[in-house]
């Protein structure tokens, strides 16, 4: 299957600083890519869409200048997690979906970054 | 407001045994079910999926049924094998193509030898 490749896998920060994590497509284009949040227990929750060339659209509640997301190309895909705080600690994962396929099957996710903010 | 619910957060089955593991849902805007399988420090892959005009579909030893009047799914998986212990979380959207999933929390599959 295709691959899609989440860095860092987990980072450890200050209050008050900011964090990217990127998502690539390695081996496809990615025109569409998503990203997930999970708190421990809970489910996998989408935070936002993201369309290559566009601004993000973003879930109910999700507050997008804390959370920002650029996907500049069809192959990359990062979110800024601004102004960190000890709420923001959660497990994050990307998804990408493939240009040429419109279904769910066609969905790709990352390994996921867990995030621990002190 | 949890639309998609996987009420057991583990599961423990002998090898060779069947493994059921259960999702219900409570929009009934949804028609498109998967199911997806996470394996420790690897993102989730999809396994199965199954759309609200069957009731059943069947891939090797992987099986969704789906219950739309309970709004109800089950995945089962029979013979059961040491390298199926994964997390299984089970997803639904409004269409095939629709492009927000909303998952359940996961069911974690543990297969003893």
């Known amino acids: 299957g295709a691959v899609v490749s989440q860095h860092p896998s987990w980072v450890i920060c200050k209050s008050g600083t900011s964090v990217k994590i990127e998502c690539r497509s390695l081996?496809?284009?990615?025109?569409?890519m998503f990203w997930y949040r999970q708190f421990p227990k809970q489910s996998l929750m989408l935070m936002a869409t993201?369309?290559?060339?566009?601004?993000?659209?973003?879930e109910q509640g999700v507050e997008k200048d804390k959370f920002l997301i650029n996907h500049a190309s069809l192959t990359l895909s990062t979110l800024t997690v601004t102004s960190a705080h000890p709420e923001d600690s959660s497990f994050y994962i990307c998804s990408a979906r493939s240009a040429t396929g419109g279904a769910n099957e066609k969905l790709f996710f990352g390994s996921g970054t867990q995030l621990s903010v002190l | 407001d949890q639309q998609v619910k996987q009420n057991s957060p583990s599961l423990s089955v002998q090898e060779g045994r069947i493994s059921i593991l259960n999702c219900d849902y409570t929009n009934s805007m949804f028609d498109y079910f998967l199911w997806y399988k996470k394996y420790p420090a690897e993102g989730p892959t999809f396994l199965i999926s199954i759309s609200s005009i069957k009731d059943k579909n069947e891939d090797g030893r992987f099986t969704v049924f789906l219950n739309k009047s309970a709004k109800h799914l089950s995945l089962h998986i029979v013979p059961s094998q040491p390298g199926d212990s994964a997390v299984y979380f089970c997803?639904?959207?409004?269409?095939?193509?629709?492009?927000?999933?909303?998952f359940g929390q996961g069911t974690r599959l543990t297969i003893n030898p």
């Open positions: 081996d496809f284009q990615a025109t569409t």
């Open positions: 997803a639904a959207s409004a269409r095939r193509g629709a492009q927000k999933l909303v």
């Open positions: 993201s369309n290559e060339g566009s601004k993000a659209t973003y």
